[in-house]
């Protein structure tokens, strides 16, 4: 029995009807590399043999009578793997947008909590005789770095590795009595009370010296909560999501950050701004005031490595999309970064982790419903306008039982108040984009996620950068064959630290449209494919998706 963090627990109190606080990855595989072909079986049978060495697939939450404390995770005594590991289709002709399609409907259904949190499901029907793979697991139980340990364990360096060691199987645990649910909870708030001077002596500190940097004149300071533009994505949601999915050159964006000699992040950023700006643009819908995005960053110590769970922060930074200008829009986010980490540290960069143990979990899971059930995110100025994750990956192939991984699309959940979030992973040569939206804020969300290429565009041309060319297929294309005795290659470090920004952002451009301020018109729902998930949403079923076009190659 292992009680959860205040910030794990954190996830679960903020889940309401609407609000789903899984995340998931959307993968296409190569099946020709699988050593005796493909079947469902083979696939099922892998994960069986790996899962128990995945902590977070094994456990079940046990909830405290009176939500005295958080809940706990103890060893699932009735595990069932085939609830977990399940099977669909795609609808054809099985591109990428089908398969976002099912990804979709599979995020629109929260996870069953008498259950360990997880489930995955292998989608057949993939163009070019591929495979999807969706992985959900709740964030209660990984973030994104622990996520990249959970791919360790399931995946391989070549599609016929050598057997794994044997590991002892985890003991299923008895569900504990209300009476030591109770006295163990009794005995944890005592504990935990002894820290509580200590840590408000340092939160007092770290404002403090937050308030003195922001009064300074030469204070280089990030994005402020609550100062973010209204966008026709920000509002209360519905249960139902929309995915969509971007890729663009790994090596085309290092050139970028080398040319103007700031961090990937920036890029990462800038990238994301520019798609933005289009979009609304597009829509006369940007604000004359620069979008905010909300950024998680791992704080995870080596010590820490491998136990699971959330060990993060967040920053706030501006996106800078009042700037037309790519290159002063890239310098605006870089200091804006800048000053959002100088921020972290004076905050302290466990600040969240520290007092989220202190989260009343009746008082916090009360005001989130409430929240959500009386739409207040429509009643007040958004606290931020998305949610933008970047989570490096590996640069050299991985397979998943002899499979090779050829994309690797992440997607984060939205939160009240913000529809829309955008995960971002790197994956070999390629960095792979994925759109997580709510259907009734963004109407089409793969009209966004087209902005991509051409943000991405506009950026190496205004840097001076030759992008790579690409082919123009409808789903990415595998890696030559692999040798078995190659070792991974190591990403190798950059040295070179931002370079600093002017202090004021110049205004943009008056050549620039001054867009009046609406939201885009919502396109008529279709029906969803027959060969959806059979489970549908609590509130509404996800059997409407915005309309769409044919695959394109991106």
Not at 148 to 163: F, K, Q, S, V
Not at 271 to 295: K, M, Q, S, W
Not at 508 to 525: C, E, G, L, V
Request: glycine fraction near 6%; charged fraction near 25%.
């Amino acid at each position: 029995m292992e009680r959860l963090s205040g910030l794990d627990a954190s996830f679960l109190y903020l889940e309401t009807t609407s609000a789903h606080m899984h995340v998931a990855m959307t993968g296409i595989y190569d099946t020709s590399t699988m050593p005796n072909g493909y079947s469902f079986e083979a696939f099922r049978d892998h994960v069986v043999s790996r899962f128990h060495r995945i902590p977070a697939f094994t456990r079940r939450l046990v909830e405290v009578p009176f939500q005295l404390h958080h809940p706990v995770w103890i060893e699932d005594p009735d595990f069932d793997v085939d609830y977990h590991v399940r099977r669909i289709s795609a609808p054809p002709p099985g591109g990428r947008r089908e398969l976002a399609e099912v990804a979709a409907q599979i995020a629109s259904i929260p996870l069953d909590r008498s259950r360990p949190l997880w489930e995955v499901w292998v989608i057949d029907g993939v163009k070019q005789d591929r495979i999807g793979f969706v992985a959900k697991v709740h964030h209660a139980a990984i973030d994104g770095a622990s996520g990249a340990e959970i791919m360790t364990e399931l995946y391989d360096l070549e599609a016929a590795p050598p057997p794994r060691p044997e590991l002892p199987l985890a003991e299923p645990e008895q569900v504990p009595s209300e009476v030591e649910l109770v006295s163990y909870a009794l005995a944890s708030k005592l504990r935990r009370g002894r820290q509580m001077i200590p840590l408000l002596s340092r939160t007092v500190q770290g404002f403090n010296q937050l308030a003195t940097n922001r009064r300074s004149p030469d204070g280089i300071i990030g994005a402020t909560p609550l100062t973010a533009p209204r966008t026709p994505f920000n509002g209360s949601i519905s249960p139902r999501r929309s995915v969509a999915f971007a890729r663009i050159s790994l090596e085309d964006l290092k050139a970028v950050r080398r040319t103007l000699d700031v961090k990937v992040n920036d890029v990462v950023l800038a990238v994301c701004a520019g798609t933005l700006r289009n979009y609304l643009e597009a829509h006369d819908a940007l604000p004359d005031e620069p979008l905010i995005a909300t950024c998680p960053v791992s704080v995870r110590s080596p010590e820490e490595v491998g136990t699971g769970g959330n060990k993060v922060s967040a920053m706030f930074a501006s996106l800078a999309t009042d700037i037309a200008d790519p290159i002063e829009r890239v310098r605006a986010i870089a200091e804006s970064t800048q000053g959002a980490k100088a921020e972290q540290t004076a905050v302290g960069a466990r600040f969240l982790t520290d007092w989220g143990e202190y989260a009343a979990p009746r008082t916090f899971a009360t005001a989130a419903r409430v929240y959500s059930s009386m739409s207040l995110a429509d009643r007040h100025r958004p606290i931020h306008n998305l949610v933008i994750s970047n989570v490096p990956g590996p640069p050299f192939p991985l397979y998943l039982a002899g499979a090779e991984l050829i994309a690797a699309y992440p997607m984060g959940p939205i939160m009240e108040g913000s529809g829309l979030n955008i995960t971002v992973l790197s994956y070999k040569d390629s960095v792979d984009f994925g759109f997580m939206a709510d259907p009734e804020l963004v109407p089409n969300v793969w009209e966004l996620a087209e902005h991509v290429k051409t943000a991405f565009t506009e950026l190496c041309e205004a840097a001076g950068v030759a992008q790579h060319a690409e082919e123009a297929t409808d789903t990415p294309q595998a890696s030559p064959k692999p040798k078995a005795s190659k070792a991974p290659v190591k990403r190798a470090a950059t040295t070179k630290a931002p370079a600093k920004g002017t202090a004021k952002r110049a205004p943009a451009k008056a050549s620039a449209k001054a867009p009046a301020k609406r939201a885009p018109a919502k396109q008529p729902a279709a029906k969803a494919s027959a060969k959806a998930p059979a489970k549908t949403p609590a509130k509404k079923a996800a059997s409407k998706r915005p309309g769409q076009r044919k695959d394109s190659g991106s």
